[in-house]
């Protein structure tokens, strides 16, 4: 399975399917990513972990039932935080978590890929979301922190393997990963999703996508809007004008449309953000604003 860049399949104008399975269950399309729920860099406690509180409430509400989050989130704090406005958490909420990296005291991210630091990270979730089993547990590769890089992942994956065997984990993905990797984790255990860097303006995955919806495993893009680096354009910003909405509500709508697999887990510490994002799944996009939006990400855009 070749991961190649292509340029994205024939985009339909219809409006694309609101679910897709996970982990045994159907999820909405439009979840959401905690990151943004700990302090400045990932790191420390919120400046107001009331508004966060509300943020996740108000998420649900809105029907999200795909959260994603870590314990390297903080490190802690967003699980607790989640902990404290969810638990006990309702039946159709799907928690997805990532294990492979640890935080040092200024914050920097360090790999932690040794079965002995899987176990531990499974555990610290488990114990700060307040949870008996993980329904899904992102196997997150640090070989190359910014972009998937090839090298060798049995280790880790036969640790999150003999994990699922205990119980303690439902179902496992893998994030920044390779085609090959992703091929190679397949082999010791059911890959239910795959998690990587890419948005409108970031294609690399495209054909791995394509791959990916054929074989029914969900795609979920981190940084969907660009993350450190938000997406901005000229080109985007006057599409999102002549559609009355804002432009990142409009580049996540191209990802509902880009392929069926792709779930979305946009965060934001903002209610309004969160509403803005969430509106993106009632977005309509014709032909020639999808093509408008495809030539964005084109190489020399």
Request: hydrophobic share 45%; glycine share 8%.
């Amino acid at each position: 399975m070749p991961q190649t860049s292509s340029q994205p399949s024939t985009h339909s104008a219809a409006q694309p399917s609101r679910t897709f399975a996970l982990a045994g269950r159907t999820v909405n399309r439009m979840g959401y990513g905690a990151m943004q729920l700990a302090g400045p860099g990932v790191f420390g406690p919120p400046k107001d972990r009331a508004t966060a509180v509300a943020v996740l409430r108000e998420a649900l509400a809105l029907g999200v039932n795909h959260l994603d989050t870590s314990d390297f989130y903080g490190p802690h704090v967003t699980n607790q935080i989640i902990r404290e406005a969810l638990h006990p958490y309702p039946a159709d909420l799907t928690i997805v978590t990532k294990v492979g990296a640890v935080r040092d005291g200024t914050g920097a991210w360090l790999p932690a890929q040794e079965p002995a630091d899987i176990e531990r990270a499974v555990h610290d979730n488990l114990r700060n979301l307040g949870l008996d089993a993980l329904d899904v547990v992102n196997l997150r590769i640090m070989g190359d922190v910014h972009q998937p890089s090839e090298g060798p992942i049995e280790r880790q994956m036969e640790a999150l393997a003999a994990l699922r065997e205990r119980g303690l984990v439902r179902h496992i993905g893998i994030s920044n990963a390779t085609a090959k990797q992703i091929d190679d984790a397949g082999q010791i255990a059911p890959i239910v999703c795959v998690q990587n860097h890419y948005n409108l303006v970031n294609r690399t995955d495209d054909a791995l996508i394509d791959t990916l919806a054929a074989r029914g495993i969900a795609y979920v893009p981190f940084f969907p809007l660009g993350g450190f680096s938000p997406i901005q354009s000229t080109a985007l910003s006057e599409i999102a004008q002549s559609l009355g909405a804002a432009p990142m509500t409009v580049a996540l709508a191209w990802l509902l449309h880009r392929a069926p697999n792709i779930l979305l887990i946009p965060g934001t510490s903002s209610l309004a953000h969160l509403h803005e994002n969430m509106s993106a799944e009632t977005l309509e996009l014709s032909v020639e604003v999808l093509a408008q939006l495809d030539a964005i990400g084109k190489p020399g855009a």
